[in-house]
Every structure is written in C-alpha cells, then in structure tokens.
C-alpha cells in the first residue's frame, strides 16, 4: 500500500525529465479521488511542495517552477506525472508525491540530479 515514484535521473541544465506516480494496493483509487501533489527534498533542506492537480484537473506551481515544471494525472492509469523542463541546479533533489496536503506514508521517491 504505497505511492510509487520513478522517472528521475542525472540530466544537464536545460534538460528534462518526465516523474511518474502510481499507487499500488488498497489505495489504488487515491490519485482519481484526491488533489495530488508533488514535493522535493533537497539535500540538507526540508521537503518542500513543488505543484499539485486537483482531481476536477486544476494546476498550481510554487514560484520556483512555474512555467518549467507541468503537473499532469491519466486517470485510468491512476498515474500523476510531473514534466520538468529547463531543469536548473537548484531542482536537484528527490522527488516524491503524495496528496495536497499530504496525508499518506511517504515513498522511496525518485532521485533528479542536475549539473551545470
């Protein structure tokens, strides 16, 4: 019963990854129903929120992101995703999703490593 992160990966500045999330066992259902959120933890710094969709499909950004970062959900697939474009640096960390605001267990996440 878990929410599960992959995608993540070693990139150039102005490179892009594509996140993916999915949720397994009792909670499959959990992505459709709820809003979701994305949230990264940076090394030595607090996890902080990144974006999040409603479940009706409305987006919203921290400051940071906007406009490089898309959050994105197929529901048949109870899959959310996050496309980051233009990664920076400063968007090294590990990746996780969870609701907004987050209620479950949090999972392994999804390394994102960028070099300048």
């Known amino acids: 019963v878990q929410l599960v992160e992959s995608g993540g990966g070693s990139v150039q500045a102005g490179g892009s990854l594509r996140l993916s999330c999915a949720a397994s066992?009792?909670?499959?259902?959990?992505?459709?129903?709820?809003?979701m959120g994305w949230y990264r933890q940076a090394p030595g710094k607090q996890r902080e929120w990144v974006a999040r969709?409603?479940?009706?499909?409305?987006?919203v950004y921290a400051d940071s992101v906007k406009g490089r970062f898309t959050v994105s959900r197929d529901n048949a697939k109870n899959t959310v995703y996050l496309q980051m474009n233009s990664l920076k640096p400063e968007d090294t960390a590990v990746y996780y999703c969870?609701?907004?605001?987050?209620?479950?267990?949090w999972g392994q996440g999804t390394q994102v490593t960028v070099s300048s």
């Open positions: 969870n609701t907004f605001p987050s209620t479950l267990g």
């Open positions: 066992g009792s909670i499959l259902n959990i992505i459709n129903i709820n809003t």
């Open positions: 969709i409603t479940s009706g499909g409305s987006t």
